[in-house]
């Protein structure tokens, strides 16, 4: 039973290493996190539950921009477990 | 050569980077650390970045370059940690058979990276004081 | 420091004369002697140059660049003499607050230099042949 | 008599000192001449006087690109006494 519980768990769940940066880091007071998530989630939904859960995460925009596994990538795109999501504020490199 | 960097830029090793004669057109952008008069002068500016996909993404720019400019060579740098006023944070070279070529292929460069490379600024000011710069 | 040269051309030299903490881009043109495939290799270019009218020349079309782009700051060398193959014939470098501006203002000095610019090129080939080129 | 012939001389010509550049002076031989001319002439007058005295002057164009005094100047330029005429060819610096 509790190894049928575990396997249900690992299916129906994932863990998404959330990492934050310059304003952001400052804003939430932390660089990264660990954040769980129904399998299916994408990168608005993790946006959305952060900003709902975290202190001060109203800081951050609804829409922000972000990448997964050091990409761009749009609000919809879906998370697996084990990706790293990272919250970028408004670019200014150059 | 990487990509990012922690010292000065060095234009000279990046134009070895590109040189080839059979490139009669280089062009190199360098974007300075302005003094800023709008906000007070600007003593330096710390560079901030996700260092992991700054690099990828700088490398997936100049991919891209490659086969819009086949044949052309490109080398590019962005300094990270505190740039003094005056000096270069960035730079980017393109050489190419003629020089239209070459303008292009470098505004291209740089563009895309303003636009794409996760890095971030705070301005610090004369006065001790410091602010994140977004543009 | 003076339009023509003899010697190799210091791309840090002219940069340093550009240099200024109001002025966040600067953009390099390097014009170099190519290999040239068509008519074989190009060992080396001699340049020929009308020298006291060519510099007076590249005076007035910085002269313009000034007038045209206020506050940018420009320079510019063209190397004479035999130059060998790989090697910098012509260096433009303008440097303004921006970098569309610094873009526009280089391609337009080197456009007008090779307009306007008293200059000739006698081209030695491998073989020891050698041709005047025009272009 | 001697003088005024002399005064009446130097009004009615003018002396232009010709220079040539590159394949032009390969072609012609020389790299530098004195031309005498009309007073009024123009550059387009001083081409036509070197291609039709000149040794191998066919090889000049009809209208070269010309300097005078080391400016860019079109064939209709007017030439004054002292004058520097360059004649230029097609221009390959850079």
């Given at each position: 039973m509790h190894s049928r519980d575990g396997r249900a768990a690992a299916t129906a769940t994932i863990t998404v290493h959330c990492r934050f940066f310059a304003r952001y880091a400052d804003a939430l007071g932390r660089d990264e996190m660990a954040l769980e998530m129904p399998d299916g989630a994408t990168v608005a939904?993790?946006?959305?539950?952060?900003?709902?859960?975290?202190?001060?995460?109203?800081?951050?925009p609804e829409r922000?921009?972000?990448?997964?596994?050091?990409?761009?990538?749009?609000?919809?795109?879906?998370?697996?477990?084990?990706?790293?999501m990272a919250l970028l504020p408004p670019l200014a490199g150059g | 050569m990487d990509y990012l960097t922690r010292d000065p830029?060095?234009?000279?090793?990046?134009?070895?980077?590109?040189?080839?004669?059979?490139r009669g057109g280089t062009v190199v952008?360098?974007?300075?650390?302005?003094?800023?008069?709008?906000?007070?002068?600007?003593?330096?500016?710390?560079?901030?970045?996700?260092?992991?996909?700054?690099g990828s993404e700088f490398d997936r720019i100049i991919a891209e370059a490659r086969e819009r400019w086949p044949g052309a060579?490109?080398?590019?740098?962005?300094?990270l940690g505190e740039v003094p006023r005056g000096e270069p944070s960035i730079a980017v070279?393109?050489?190419?058979?003629?020089r239209a070529e070459a303008f292009e292929a470098c505004r291209w460069v740089?563009?895309?990276?303003?636009?794409?490379l996760p890095i971030w600024?705070?301005?610090?000011?004369?006065?001790?004081?410091?602010?994140?710069?977004?543009?």
């Open positions: 939904d993790a946006v959305g539950r952060l900003r709902d859960t975290l202190p001060k995460a109203d800081l951050l922000p921009l972000a990448a997964v596994n050091r990409e761009h990538a749009a609000p919809d795109t879906p998370l697996a477990d084990g990706d790293e | 830029i060095d234009v000279g090793r990046l134009l070895g980077v590109v040189t080839d004669d059979g952008f360098l974007g300075s650390v302005r003094r800023g008069a709008e906000d007070g002068p600007v003593a330096a500016i710390d560079y901030d970045a996700y260092e992991e996909m700054a060579g490109f080398a590019a740098q962005h300094r070279v393109a050489a190419a058979g003629h740089i563009d895309e990276a303003k636009h794409r600024k705070k301005e610090r000011f004369d006065d001790g004081s410091e602010r994140w710069r977004e543009e």
